[in-house]
């Protein structure tokens, strides 16, 4: 992928209301549908794949140095 479609990735991932995957009114099946790429490839995540998949986003564009790193205070 290319900057420009990972940033875009990045945004729409980003943009995923994960409240929206607990209440059944807003997402009555609890899968999301990610289109990327001109709708060259399509994901079909699960709330679970959805919290990994911003993880890894997130750590990979610290991985290589467009973003800084969160600091998480362990509870």
Not at 43 to 57: A, C, G, P, Q, R
Request: aromatic share 6%; glycine share 4%.
């Amino acid at each position: 992928m290319s900057l420009c479609q990972l940033l875009s990735l990045r945004q729409k991932v980003f943009d995923i209301s994960i409240e929206d995957h607990f209440d059944s009114d807003l997402n009555r099946h609890g899968f999301e549908v990610l289109m990327l790429c001109n709708k060259e490839h399509l994901f079909i995540l699960n709330t679970l794949e959805v919290l990994d998949l911003k993880e890894l986003i997130d750590q990979g564009f610290v991985a290589l140095g467009l973003a800084a790193a969160k600091n998480v205070v362990p509870a």
